[in-house]
Nanobody, 116 residues
Framework: EVQLVESGGGLVQPGGSLRLSCAAS????????MSWVRQAPGKGPEWVSH????????YYKDSVKGRFTISRDNTRNTLYLQMNSLKPEDTAVYYC?????????WGQGNQVTVSS
């Protein structure tokens, strides 16, 4: 059974930093690309970042480029999202996502609130 368990969210002031983690189990983590997706209050899901299975290729939504860094540790079956220079518009529930042939798996979500 695929399991994705996120941690690391919370309340931070504008300009602050947070690191999200996503612990994966139930599948061969190092053979799949992974993504982070967020959903702000009253809005639909929004793709944030993607990393290849090797970790060598990364992609970002324009609004987070230069501020967020996605990474993975395939020895620990863990995905990360380092978020710096956070802005109020980054407030959302953040999900890690595994996409396989025809099926998406999601973590439980982790609230990130950026507010003074």
């Amino acid at each position: 059974e695929v399991q994705l368990v996120e941690s690391g969210g919370g309340l931070v002031q504008p300009g602050g930093s947070l690191r999200l983690s996503c612990a994966a189990s139930g599948f061969t983590f190092g053979t799949y690309d992974m993504s982070w997706v967020r959903q702000a209050p009253g809005k639909g899901p929004e793709w944030v970042s993607h990393i290849s299975r090797s970790g060598l290729s990364t992609y970002y939504k324009d609004s987070v480029k230069g501020r967020f860094t996605i990474s993975r540790d395939n020895t620990r079956n863990t995905l990360y999202l380092q978020m710096n220079s956070l802005k109020p518009e980054d407030t959302a529930v953040y999900y890690c996502r595994l996409r396989t042939d025809g099926t998406d798996y999601w973590g439980q979500g982790n609230q990130v609130t950026v507010s003074s």
